[in-house]
């Protein structure tokens, strides 16, 4: 099967829209969270992207014609060609995988206040498209004339790794050339929020906004909610040597499963996720002992930090540094995979492993990273989990 590489990124999120950038933050340390508040609902933190002129980059009239959702995908997607360069690669063999838990949340909300104030004759023509979960790849094909295999993965959190991991396949199988893939959620809604809210998976201001996000800390009692996207350029590797792109790592495994139990509770005993990240391993023809490094999925909730924690450790990657980089750009739900592949990439280009932030009293047995450390890792591995018990594991090789 051929092989694929990376050769572009583009990033929308807490710490702006410029990868380098939040390569910098991440490393160190830096939270991106704030208190906020919406209508009807008390102060949470959470991570909204940092202002930004999406018209500058889209254009008047396709902003228009987009939710947040899209414009966010769009203009990561805008970023992350510019940085590949020209691919030279006619638009039939170019697609996109673009993930989205949920959808148009802002044209959904704002279709049900015409319908209650104004009645069913002012509801927007565009909510229907706009609100699909569909709507970013939408964004992303249109703006970009690529008319390759598409995807829309929804499966909730752990849909931004399965974005990329689908995209991977259809490089690898012959079915594209050349592949946008990522993740981008903008669901800071107070529906939204008041749903997360009452499942008791928002963390609490008790410590501050900042310090609110604590993977695998003893104190974690919720996520921090965020918004954003991430979009990485997946190449066949001899084109991308042929044509001199920078290549920023290989994609060598991908691996799914699902635990098939709870609607919102993941498997305690962490063996779902064990089979996706050893799906992955063989996938990519490794061994545990092989990996250097696992940027977790850990969103600071106490039952699935835990249970990803157990995972590891069944799938051999008990000693492997690991750290969750949600403790700084936040949960980002449907592109969460994307942005913390985006992360992981770190490893490779800065040579350094990005720490797990407000860590005080671990209470899993895991070599986490505290601070940023120096690394040589020839291979990493970004994980991530859903709602409805979806697993999924993605293993990024340094480029040769």
């Not at 964004?139 to 974005?163: F, N, Y």
Request: charged share 20%; glycine share 12%.
């Amino acid at each position: 099967m051929r092989r694929v590489v990376i050769t572009g990124l583009g990033i929308v999120s807490g710490f702006g829209n410029e990868v380098d950038g939040f390569w910098d933050a991440i490393l160190a340390g830096r939270s991106a969270a704030r208190e906020l508040v919406l209508p009807g609902l008390p102060p949470v933190p959470a991570v909204t992207v940092s202002p930004f002129d999406a018209e500058v980059v889209l254009g008047r009239r396709e902003v228009k014609r987009m939710d947040r959702v899209g414009t966010y995908a769009a203009t990561a997607a805008a970023a992350a060609l510019v940085d590949a360069g020209d691919l030279g690669i006619d638009g039939s063999r170019v697609g996109a995988s673009i993930a989205c838990a949920h959808g148009g949340a802002t044209t959904l909300m704002e279709a049900q206040d015409a319908l209650r104030e104004r009645g069913a004759d002012r509801v927007s023509p565009f909510t229907i498209p706009l609100a699909l979960t569909n709507s970013p790849v939408a964004a992303v094909t249109r703006l970009h004339g690529l008319h390759g295999p598409t995807s829309a993965p929804a499966t909730a959190c752990a849909a931004g790794s399965d974005a990329i991991g689908w995209a991977f396949e259809r490089i690898r199988l012959g079915r594209a050339d050349a592949m946008l893939a990522g993740g981008a959620e903008a669901a800071l809604v107070p529906p939204i929020l008041a749903g997360y809210l009452k499942l008791g998976a928002v963390a609490s201001l008790a410590r501050g906004a900042e310090r609110a996000s604590r993977p695998f800390d003893a104190a974690r009692d919720g996520f921090v909610m965020a918004e954003g996207a991430g979009v990485l350029v997946l190449e066949e590797l001899d084109h991308a040597r042929a044509r001199g792109a920078r290549i920023y790592a290989e994609v060598v495994g991908y691996g799914q499963a699902c635990d098939a139990g709870h609607l919102t509770s993941p498997d305690e005993t962490g063996t779902g996720p064990a089979r996706a990240i050893t799906a992955a391993l063989a996938d990519a023809g490794l061994e545990a002992s092989a990996i250097g490094y696992v940027n977790a999925h850990a969103t600071s909730t106490p039952v699935g930090d835990a249970a990803e924690a157990l995972a590891f450790g069944l799938a051999g990657l008990g000693d492997t540094p690991v750290s969750s980089t949600k403790g700084q750009h936040g949960h980002t739900l449907g592109a969460a995979g994307a942005i913390e592949a985006i992360a992981t990439l770190a490893c490779f280009v800065r040579n350094e492993l990005p720490p797990n932030a407000n860590l005080v009293e671990p209470d899993v047995d895991l070599n986490l990273v505290r601070t940023a450390q120096p690394t040589t890792a020839d291979y990493v591995m970004s994980t991530g989990f859903g709602f409805g018990g979806h697993d999924s594991a993605l293993i990024f090789q340094r480029a040769g």
